[in-house]
């Protein structure tokens, strides 16, 4: 099974809500990503959990919060986002928690903030 | 630190013909280098990848991609293209022996002609 799979696949909230995304993986990898990308931009990396500890975080607002509750799960919970914060949300995983190797991609969760 | 660079935004090609999507990266030693496919909406696709050893890599969907140390290049090719193809192509180079950050290029947009 080389699947990651990541619920919701749409999602419209407002400014002043609180929601989770959610990233699950059963390939046994040790590192899972959060990525966000624009329309037309390539992906840009946001976490890196690690053996289930935050490694990177790449100076992402506070209003993200990223939890990786075992080594299959992986969450980003967001509150009072704004509209600059619509996108697509990926996540990944990777086979190495201690070095670049390939990732794979779930299918995103397309982020509406109104 | 490292970048990549694709040239091309857009490339139409006619269905059945030869494909060539360039890739440039600047990295002080031996990188690891990625092919990623994006179909509309969706998550990435790992196509190929180079770590070492041989510099002509076989990928999936019949692509393959060759590492020129002397060009910096890690070019993608397909002898004859299918309608299927057309989607955004983004090259990754990861550091070699660093941590599991990987850098995108911007993305070639790839469209297929009958």
């Known amino acids: 099974d080389t699947e990651v799979t990541q619920t919701p696949k749409h999602l419209v909230m407002g400014m002043t809500n609180k929601k989770s995304l959610k990233c699950e993986q059963h390939?046994?990898?040790?590192?899972m990503y959060w990525y966000k990308q624009k329309a037309k931009k390539p992906p840009e990396l946001m976490f890196v959990?690690?053996?289930?500890?935050?490694?990177i975080n790449e100076s992402v607002p506070s209003r993200f919060s990223p939890e990786c509750p075992n080594s299959s799960l992986l969450n980003l919970h967001l509150h009072a986002l704004q509209p600059e914060d619509s996108a697509l949300y990926l996540c990944?995983?990777?086979?190495?928690?201690?070095?670049?190797?390939?990732?794979?991609f779930g299918p995103g969760t397309r982020l509406t903030v109104t | 630190a490292q970048s990549v660079t694709q040239p091309d935004i857009h490339i139409t090609v006619s269905e059945g013909a030869s494909l060539e999507l360039r890739c440039n990266y600047s990295?002080?030693?031996?990188?690891?280098l990625f092919w990623y496919v994006q179909s509309p909406g969706q998550g990435l696709q790992l196509l190929l990848k180079?770590?070492?050893?041989?510099?002509l890599v076989q990928g999936i969907k019949g692509f393959e991609a060759e590492f020129k140390r002397s060009q910096s290049s890690f070019n993608l090719r397909k002898p004859s293209v299918h309608w299927s193809d057309a989607a955004e192509y983004f090259c990754a180079v990861g550091a070699k022996g660093g941590y599991q950050k990987v850098t995108f290029g911007t993305g070639t947009k790839l469209q297929v002609i009958p």
């Open positions: 390939m046994g990898h040790r590192a």
């Open positions: 959990y690690s053996y289930e500890k935050l490694s």
């Open positions: 990295y002080g030693a031996t990188p690891y």
């Open positions: 180079y770590f070492s050893g041989d510099t």
């Open positions: 990944a995983s990777s086979q190495d928690g201690g070095r670049v190797n390939e990732q794979y």
